[in-house]
């Protein structure tokens, strides 16, 4: 199992749990590894809340193409911090996701956390 940073996070934080397994279909997956995806998750879900602070979280899967699948074949599970009045008017407006720190320093402030 690994854990990375989304390319294109929704919020600071946003970050996926993955297999090493290449599964896309999520019954398929052996119960060990869906065991582990979801122990992971859950230690993502705590260094999150320590670094964070977050008001809530949004944990989920896309799967298959249709459903937003960048890699159709590869399931993984979003990790996304969220806090009361994230949403705001730039996606709508500007086209565009304004987020206050880079991919590098969400790479700081969480490895730690991941480090004990």
């Known amino acids: 199992m690994f854990v990375l ?4 996070p929704y919020n600071s934080g946003h970050l996926m749990v993955a297999p090493y397994a290449h599964v896309g279909d999520f019954p398929r997956l052996e119960p060990t ?28 899967m896309n799967l298959g193409r249709s459903a937003g699948a960048g890699v159709p074949d590869h399931l993984h599970m979003h ?4 806090w009361e009045g994230d949403t705001n008017f730039m996606p709508v407006v500007g086209q565009t996701k304004v987020l206050p720190e880079s991919l590098d320093q969400t790479y700081a402030r969480l490895e730690p956390h991941f480090s004990r």
């Open 5 to 8: 940073l989304n390319l294109y």
């Open 33 to 60: 590894t869906s065991a582990e995806l979801m122990a992971v998750t859950q230690r993502a879900v705590d260094a999150l809340r320590q670094a964070y602070s977050p008001d809530g979280f949004n944990l989920g």
């Open 79 to 82: 990790v996304v911090p969220r």
